[in-house]
C-alpha cells in the first residue's frame, strides 16, 4: 500500500534529496546529463545517472539534488553519492545530506612540554 502511494506520489510530484559537499577543493559540475565530482582524490569522480533520475547541481553553494519519481532509486542514488566521501567526524569534510547532524570529535591533546 505504501509503495503504491509512493508511486502515486512520485508521478504528480517527484521525489527530491539535497546532498551538500563541504571540504575545500570538493566540487561538483556537470558534465550533460552525469556529473563530475572533485572530491580530493588523484582523479575526478564520474557519476553517471541513471534512467529516471536527473541531477540539479548549484555549484556555487556546493549543492547537488538528485531528482526522480523512484522513491526508492532516488534514495539509493543518493546514498551512493554520499558514500563516495562520507562526512569525517574532525573537520566534518564530505558529502552530507541537506541538513544531517555529524557527531565532530575532539583531535589529539597537544603535548605539553
Not at 70 to 95: M, Q, S, W
Amino acid at each position: 500500500r505504501a509503495l503504491l502511494n509512493n508511486m502515486v506520489l512520485g508521478v504528480s510530484q517527484g521525489f527530491e534529496k539535497t546532498l551538500q559537499i563541504q571540504g575545500v577543493g570538493y566540487r561538483p559540475e556537470m558534465d550533460g546529463k552525469n556529473m563530475v565530482l572533485s572530491l580530493g582524490f588523484s582523479h575526478l569522480v564520474h557519476v553517471d545517472a541513471p534512467p529516471g533520475i536527473v541531477f540539479d547541481v548549484d555549484t556555487r553553494a556546493r549543492l547537488i539534488k538528485v531528482q526522480g519519481i523512484d522513491k526508492e532509486l532516488v534514495g539509493r542514488v543518493a546514498a551512493d553519492i554520499r558514500k563516495l566521501r562520507p562526512p569525517e567526524p574532525y573537520k566534518g569534510k564530505g558529502i552530507r545530506y541537506l541538513g544531517e547532524y555529524v557527531r565532530r570529535k575532539a583531535g589529539k591533546a597537544g603535548k605539553v612540554t
